[in-house]
C-alpha cells in the first residue's frame, strides 16, 4: 500500500506562483517515478510532470514546460516528497492536482488550485 497527501493548492491570480507538496509514503521501495496529473473543472485528468526518483530526470507536458518544475526530496527512506514549482499561472491552470507513483494505481485527495484575478 502506498499513501499519498497533496497540498499547497490556493486561489491565486494570473502571473502568480504557488508551490505543490505531494508527501508518499508506504511501501515505497518499487517505487521509480512519480508523476503529477490535473483535472480541470469538467474534463479528464491529464499528465502534468513526472520525476524518476533516483536519477533525478524530468518530463513535461508542453502546456506547462518552461512555466513548472517537479522536484523530489529522496533523503528518508520511508517517504518521498515532491514539489510541483508553478510559475505564470493561466486561468487554464485551475484544476485540481493530483500525484501518482508511475505504474501504480494509488492516488491522493488531490490540491485545488485555482486561478482568477
Known amino acids: 500500500q502506498v499513501q499519498l497527501v497533496e497540498s499547497g493548492g490556493a486561489l491565486v491570480q494570473p502571473g502568480g506562483s504557488l508551490t505543490l507538496s505531494c508527501a508518499v509514503s508506504?511501501?515505497?521501495?518499487?517505487?521509480?517515478?512519480i508523476s503529477w496529473y490535473r483535472q480541470p473543472p469538467g474534463k479528464q485528468r491529464l499528465w502534468v510532470a513526472t520525476?524518476?526518483?533516483?536519477?533525478?530526470?524530468?518530463?513535461?507536458?508542453d502546456a506547462v514546460k518552461g512555466r513548472f518544475t517537479i522536484s523530489r526530496d529522496i533523503t528518508k527512506n520511508t517517504e518521498y516528497l515532491v514539489y510541483l514549482q508553478m510559475n505564470s499561472l493561466k486561468p487554464e491552470d485551475t484544476a485540481v492536482y493530483y500525484c501518482?507513483?508511475?505504474?501504480?494505481?494509488?492516488w491522493g485527495q488531490g490540491t485545488q488550485v485555482t486561478v482568477s484575478s
Open positions: 501518482n507513483p508511475k505504474d501504480h494505481d494509488y
Open positions: 508506504g511501501s515505497i521501495s518499487s517505487i521509480y517515478a
Open positions: 520525476i524518476y526518483t533516483t536519477s533525478g530526470t524530468t518530463n513535461y507536458a
